[in-house]
């Protein structure tokens, strides 16, 4: 069983920063890739950043420049700077790793940016 833990989420004004963080544990053996999502309100879910298991990323084009995803290996925690945030970066965002054919996703932490 795998099972992603997302933290770090918040309220924060635009041109703030938050950093969100997502701890995998369970039987996941090598480094798999993985990747940030997020679904706003009444919108579906979109991908903001993957990371491959070399350490390669990429990132929708709303987030480049802004956005930085990272993982901390030893710690089975990957990562999520996020910079310069404006109101519609508001979402829910999810982690999610695909292990031996199965996708998990994380529970979701809640991202609001307003003044």
């Known amino acids: 069983q795998v099972r992603l833990v997302e933290s770090g989420g918040g309220l924060v004004q635009p041109g703030g920063s938050l950093r969100l963080s997502c701890a995998a544990s369970g039987s996941i053996g090598s480094i798999k890739p993985m990747g940030w999502y997020r679904q706003p309100p009444g919108k579906e879910r979109e991908l903001v950043a993957s990371i491959t298991s070399l350490g390669s990323t990429s990132y929708a084009d709303s987030v480049k420049g802004r956005f930085t995803i990272y993982r901390d290996i030893a710690k089975n925690t990957m990562y999520l700077q996020m910079n310069s945030l404006k109101p519609e970066d508001t979402a829910v965002y999810y982690c999610?790793?695909?292990?031996?054919?199965?996708?998990?996703w994380g529970q979701g932490t809640q991202v609001t940016v307003s003044s």
């Open positions: 999610k790793l695909d292990v031996r054919g199965i996708t998990y």
